[in-house]
């Protein structure tokens, strides 16, 4: 199976910050990444697909970069709306991996 | 508006077994594949199984494979998780995934509130 490496797994920022998460792949993925956003008691929703495309009515805040086996999720400017735990996800193969998440916390 | 609605969750003890299903509207069932993620108490998110629109083509991780079965009805606009063998380390909260596009596999892009599996004796 594909491991899936994120860092950092906690992230202390403030409102306004930009926030950077990086996910690591055991092996080439070409762009096969996916980003969720996770919050407390809800569902994953999906951000990024194929390492950088914005899914529909994610702002344009986010974004993702990167190929291969380095990507990373990008918020411009944090939100009070983004603090939550995010997760990289590997869609190259037919056995999806998920990043064991990164929380992203009020400093 | 698409919806999944996952139920059949419950308390089992170890080595038994429990069916979950997943009820979809707001979409052509039948044109996506669907899937089971599951997320145990304070964890991550791990992949368990999907299955192809048609119901034909069928995969599952190691940690579940020759126990869990995955189906789907498309007459019913229903997935299916049939679970034996149950483990205290499959305790979690299962969300059933729709993929994003008809041709793709491992995209999610909506997911339902998910149905809480309890293994214990």
């Known amino acids: 199976d594909i491991q899936m490496t994120q860092s950092p797994s906690t992230l202390s920022a403030s409102v306004g910050d930009r926030v950077t998460i990086t996910c690591r792949a055991s092996?080439?993925?070409?762009?096969?990444l996916a980003w969720y956003q996770q919050k407390p008691g809800k569902a994953p929703k999906l951000l990024i697909y194929?390492?950088?495309n914005l899914e529909s009515g994610v702002p344009s805040r986010f974004s993702g970069s990167g190929s291969g086996t380095e990507f990373t999720l990008t918020i411009s400017s944090l939100q009070p709306d983004d603090f939550a735990t995010y997760y990289c996800?590997?869609?190259?193969?037919?056995?999806?991996?998920f990043g064991r998440g990164t929380k992203v916390e009020i400093k | 508006e698409v919806q999944l609605v996952e139920s059949g969750g419950g308390l089992v003890q170890p080595g038994g077994s429990l069916r979950l299903s997943c009820a979809a509207s707001?979409?052509?069932?039948?044109?996506?594949?669907m899937n089971w993620v599951r997320q145990a108490p304070g964890k991550g998110l791990e992949w368990v199984s999907g299955?192809?629109?048609?119901?034909?083509?069928?995969y599952y991780a190691d940690s579940v494979k020759g126990r869990f079965t995955i189906s789907r009805d498309n007459s019913k606009n229903t997935l299916y998780l049939q679970m034996h063998s149950l483990r205290a380390e499959d305790t979690a909260l299962y969300y059933c995934?729709?993929?994003?596009?008809?041709?793709?596999?491992?995209?999610?892009?909506?997911w339902g509130r998910g149905t809480l599996v309890t293994v214990s004796s």
């Open positions: 995934a729709k993929v994003r596009i008809p041709s793709g596999w491992s995209i999610f892009d909506y």
């Open positions: 707001g979409f052509t069932f039948s044109n996506y594949a």
């Open positions: 299955i192809s629109g048609s119901g034909i083509t069928t």
């Open positions: 092996q080439s993925i070409n762009s096969w």
């Open positions: 194929k390492a950088s």
């Open positions: 996800q590997q869609s190259n193969s037919y056995s999806p991996t």
